[in-house]
């Protein structure tokens, strides 16, 4: 991301104020935040826990503002702890491939409106098919199947037979849509 466009998203993201909505907020809610974060101090996130009733905030240690970027052996830790799964049959269960199981990665580019409206039509959408063939590549990579079509907008939907192979190649478009500049929203299920 160049820096005008940095500025611009940063313009952007602090003209929204969900205030008046955080005390309405009813389930369970983990707050985390990087201690070596340097453009978002950890009061903002301390301000955040304590509107929402009754949230968890954990502050981990790395500087990337994406649980999936960076260090992320402590955001894996606190995200297992808040849910209250149990560490080492968690690490057990997705380094064993199971029979008949079946995990589902969807990735989506992450505020593509604006993004379009930022770029042009024309350049988002050669950054996007660019970056669509990155993620099935690396979803091939990791041994799964990209569902083919385009039904889903900038998204991308894939099928594994093991979550280990599904959770590496999740970080990895995670990865690879940090560096082609178009940031993802990811997610399993299995």
Same mark, same amino acid.
């Given at each position: 991301m160049?820096?005008k466009?940095l500025r611009?998203?940063n313009?952007?993201?602090? !003209?929204?104020?969900?205030?008046?909505f955080?005390p !309405?907020?009813?389930s369970?809610?983990?707050?985390?935040?990087?201690r070596q974060?340097?453009?978002l101090?950890?009061d903002?996130?301390k301000?955040l826990a304590?509107?929402i009733?009754?949230?968890?905030?954990?502050?981990v240690?790395g500087t990337?503002?994406?649980?999936y970027?960076g260090e992320m052996?402590?955001?894996l830790r606190?995200?297992?702890?808040f849910?209250?799964?149990?560490?080492e049959?968690?690490?057990?269960?997705?380094?064993?491939?199971?029979?008949?199981?079946?995990?589902?990665?969807?990735?989506?580019?992450?505020?593509?409106?604006a993004?379009?409206?930022?770029?042009?039509?024309a350049?988002?959408r050669? !950054?996007?098919?660019?970056?669509?063939?990155?993620?099935?590549?690396?979803?091939?990579?990791?041994a799964?199947?990209?569902i083919?079509?385009?039904?889903?907008?900038?998204g991308?939907?894939?099928?594994?037979?093991?979550?280990r192979?599904?959770i590496?190649?999740?970080l990895a478009?995670?990865?690879?849509g940090?560096?082609?500049?178009?940031?993802?929203h990811?997610?399993?299920h299995a």
């Amino acid at each position: 991301m160049n820096p005008k466009t940095l500025r611009s998203f940063n313009a952007a993201t602090l !003209k929204y104020d969900v205030d008046e909505f955080l005390p !309405k907020v009813t389930s369970p809610t983990l707050v985390m935040h990087r201690r070596q974060m340097l453009f978002l101090p950890v009061d903002i996130a301390k301000r955040l826990a304590s509107c929402i009733p009754g949230a968890l905030l954990v502050v981990v240690d790395g500087t990337g503002a994406m649980p999936y970027t960076g260090e992320m052996e402590s955001a894996l830790r606190a995200i297992n702890q808040f849910l209250g799964v149990d560490e080492e049959a968690f690490h057990e269960e997705i380094a064993a491939p199971s029979q008949g199981m079946t995990a589902v990665l969807f990735a989506d580019i992450v505020d593509s409106t604006a993004l379009t409206e930022r770029l042009d039509d024309a350049a988002f959408r050669d !950054k996007a098919r660019d970056l669509d063939a990155a993620l099935r590549a690396v979803i091939r990579e990791h041994a799964g199947t990209p569902i083919e079509g385009k039904l889903l907008g900038d998204g991308v939907l894939a099928v594994f037979t093991s979550a280990r192979q599904a959770i590496e190649a999740a970080l990895a478009c995670g990865k690879a849509g940090e560096e082609g500049g178009l940031p993802l929203h990811l997610g399993l299920h299995a």
